[in-house]
């Protein structure tokens, strides 16, 4: 089997697949990975289900994905599903299993598309079974046309939160209430952006309409400060930022998210270049106008750079796609500049809107010092905010020490939940030391599962090498 | 003016200066970054003989008592659990091996017998019933490396000693009875010095004009995410390229010597595929059970080693004042007593045993050491 490209693209949603494709079309040898089983990523994610297939309501994202996963059917683009990357090294070998085995594959050229992730500010009881993030609620919601409970509170922030609330509605579930941490002043300011891309203006305040005439109690400058219940949620404490009261909403399910992050664990084992930037997630990996991030041969395209959005992804999908295709000698710098204007004048628009969407979803950093000592912060480890003062009491003065020191960040999920936080915490207390806040990148970058690694293989030919002296 | 001034914040350094501040010393104690962050910190903290040099045994059974009672001597937890620990046969090749290596190794004191595969199954019910025989010993254990910075800053603050991080030293100069350190803001002095820098011993001792080659190793481990009970020994297999325990916690690392890339000169290092997908493979075929669990993380870590394998610690040659401590195969299980033997000498006494002198390795006769030519890099063993 093939396992050398001219170029590897990593991340098959709304970035990758277009960049595959742009890049395959200009005549480049091109593999397409993903860990889903079909491509389109979280937002043109594909149907699972029988239900969710049939249900072709005037969805927009399952549109564009279907068109992309036509598109790549018909192209030459070489799709690894169901594969998912674990390791990458320079020049470029990645590293990936699926239920064949673990295999390398090469190529001179990557383009790393790998979508973001969602955060969560912190709570009590935010590790509380039937609590889950507002991403999550999307991708069940687009892959088996369902929602979990019965009883559900929404939560969080930023246009997720809506749209959440609104298909819930659809569903035939009425949400108990939503709670926005945002004041209607944050909205009206958005709205001018959001005007720059009149079709998803007009979805936002259809929906927004449709929770109003629906009578849904919505708690606008408001957040949930604790989960109640044991092995199932039993109700959610909501607080008014303003004022500082409370109340109690009884609730079996809590959706919440605080924004999303760059999933950018592959940029850093590879040693692009990043920095912080709290609109766009956290950090941002730097890159040209021609999607160039600082590796020679790497190119960054989509939410996995930093938080754009769905629809100014697809175009920096494309023109990091162009840009690998030019590199490589396929395109002239004519051709390339007349086939990059478009997507680089459509990316211009869309991102004053995606500015627009990410100042609603910036995370709230400021919130972070009132978290209670009691509050979990790494959820794999159970490390909460007191252990987390105590290791800084112990002379913890960058985040690998107090992984070290906690167990922060050991769990399955490797630092990605709680990172961010951890870091915010730390360098609250060492305002400006200018200490490392990130943990070291390591492979593998998402769990694997042994099986699959290991492969099948004959304990003779394992190469072991040379014993160590006696 | 410091009586002492430690270079190299791992456990050599970080013993030394332990000890010397509580023979009376003023100690102070320089880190180029966090202290335990590198071999000390990365290692898989195997507390185990069968993995030892043989000329390290005596020192290795007086160190396993020390971890033991860590607690006692250190004041702090490193997490220390003492077990049974097995090395296993598969192959004919192997069980030659490992008779070969359990005999020299209890010749030189360590406590190992060789077991049938019944006898190893019933020490370890996990263990692949396919092993042909396995090496028994019963003193074997491991630590949590990952604590080691913590525990030993505690003791250390505790002990007196000044403890400077990120404070990379970047000279070493005579000056009359004393030393001068350089430093990026100013200089400190002390009457006398011990370079405990790993790897980075080689340009350490190149202040002194001394040119000795330090071959770095890139060790790499995994280990899994939290399982049931799936083992109850430290496990290796007769060639040592197997290192396997599960934690209380329940994790499992899996370590034993395979090789990840990198270089001392830009300080990165980085797992190799071929090395973790190896090294997974002797892991699940030692323990079935493993099968069924995910690894969460790789990391590598740097392991200095001279050209005859075994350790640099005593006096410079040359330098009196100027002491070292490093390139200890296994040199974590080790550590705390040949810091506690180098103690000794630095505070004028005789050692309990033998130092490791480094003279053995500059024989004058020798050709000069240019630690780039890759002649060089192919005598190490």
Redesign the interface.
Known sequence: MTTAFDLLVIGAGPAGGNAALEAASAGLTVALIDEGTAAGGQVWRAPRTAQATRNRTQDPDRTRGDDLRARLAASSVRVFPATQVW?A?PQF?I?CVSDDG?Q?LHAPRLILATGAIERVLPFEGWTTPGVFGLAAATAVMKSEKALFGRDIVIAGQGPLLIAVAAKALDLGLRPRAIIDRSHRGDWLRATAGFARVPSMLATGARWMSRLALAGIPYHRRSEVIRANGDTTLRSVVIRDLGTGATREIEADTLYIGNGLTSADELHR?LGAAQTADLLRGGYRTTRDDRCRSSVPGLYIAGDGGGVYGALPSAMQGKIAGLSAACDHGALCETQFAAQVRGPQRKLRRLETFADASCRLMQFPQDATPRMSPQTIVCRCEDVSRADIEK?MD??A??L??L???T?LG???C?GRMCGLTAAAILSHRHAGSG?DTRL?P???VR?????Q??GE?D??D????K???? | MYDLAVVGGGIHGASVALFAARGGMDVVLLEAGALARQASGTNAGTLTMQMTRAALIPYALKAHEMWVNAPQWLGHDVGVVACDGLSLAFTEAEEKLLSDRAGARSAAGAPINLVTSAEATRIEPGVNPTIRMASHCAIDGYANAYLTGLAYRRALKDAGVTIREYTPVTGLAASGTRFELRLPDQGITAAQVVLTGGVWLEPMLRWLDIRLPIKTLVNQLSVTERTGPVMRTVLGIASGLLSLKQFPHGTVVIGGGWQGEGNRETGHHRTTHASTVGNARLAVHAIPALRNTRLVRSWTGFEAETADALPIVGPVPGHPGVWVSGSVHSGYTSAPYIAHCLTQAILGRAPEMPLFPMDRLLAPSLPEADPFSPEQQRVHP
């Open positions: 390791d090294r070998h590293s673990a390398e084992l290791a112990d002379g003065r960058d690998n020490q992984k070290h020191f167990r050991m769990g399955p490797q200490t070291t390591r492979s593998p769990p694997v599962e042994m099986t690694l290991i293989f304990y003779d394992i190469p072991v090498p014993p160590a002296p006696l």
